[in-house]
């Protein structure tokens, strides 16, 4: 089945620092998206991208669709301590309904 | 506005129980999928239901079952528990005519012993 390699798995970083994290499929997507989990909570919705190429902003947060479809990063400028925690990343590719999700990223911003 | 709301919060099982999870979608939202999300991992999809229907249905065995009211409120069912069934367990309602807007609830925390 389909996979999404998400990395880095984990990143401690100072707080004013930018961060940078992405994912790789082993097949092509139609859809990207972004997603931050806190403890204890379902994921919320950050970014969605719909087409190869698309680079999209929303505030500090930065995510683009790779050009070849198989590919997404999310960039996050200026961290503060509310960035704290797990940043999937999630595709859709073809007619199927469901989420292939990433495993993960634990950012943790140290003040 | 109301977002996903799942019940219950928390539930520990015994191996070979049965459990039911519930899930009352966002206002307005149609359509429920259900991921299964083990610890460390990211949410792995189980099912999707629209109009009281399973729409598609990811790599899970036939001991998860599910259901979807009038209401669009749905279920989650799953028998014969084993102790890998323990995970997070999130629903996330979409509009089906609206891309990719799926709302996900806080989840319901399974705990098979």
């Known amino acids: 089945g389909q996979q999404l390699n998400q990395s880095p798995q984990s990143m401690f970083i100072q707080e004013g620092e930018d961060v940078s994290m992405n994912c790789t499929s082993s097949?092509?997507?139609?859809?990207w998206l972004w997603y931050k989990q806190d403890p204890g909570e379902g994921p919320v919705l950050l970014i969605a991208?719909?087409?190869?190429?698309e680079l999209t902003s929303n505030g500090r947060l930065t995510a683009q669709f790779g050009i070849t479809r198989k590919d997404s990063f999310l960039n996050i400028s200026a961290s503060i301590p509310s960035d704290v925690g797990i940043y999937f990343c999630a595709g859709r590719s073809g007619s199927a309904r469901q989420l292939t999700f990433g495993s993960g990223t634990q950012l943790t911003v140290l003040p | 506005d109301a977002g996903v709301t799942q019940s219950p919060t928390h539930l520990i099982k015994t191996r070979g129980q049965q459990v039911t999870l519930r899930c009352s979608p966002k206002s307005g939202h149609d359509t429920v999928s259900w991921y299964q999300q083990a610890l460390g991992q990211g949410p792995q999809f189980i099912f999707q239901?629209?109009?009281?229907?399973?729409?598609q249905r990811g790599n899970f065995p036939d001991r998860f079952s599910g259901h979807q009211f009038p209401n669009y409120s749905s279920e989650l069912n799953v028998n014969a528990l084993l102790l890998g069934d323990s995970a997070l367990y999130l629903c996330?309602?979409?509009?089906?005519?609206?891309?990719?807007?799926?709302?996900f609830g806080s989840g319901t925390r399974l705990t098979v012993v």
């Open positions: 239901y629209y109009e009281e229907e399973e729409r």
């Open positions: 097949s092509i997507f139609n859809t």
């Open positions: 996330a309602s979409s509009l089906s005519q609206g891309g990719y807007g799926y709302t």
């Open positions: 991208l719909y087409k190869a190429g």
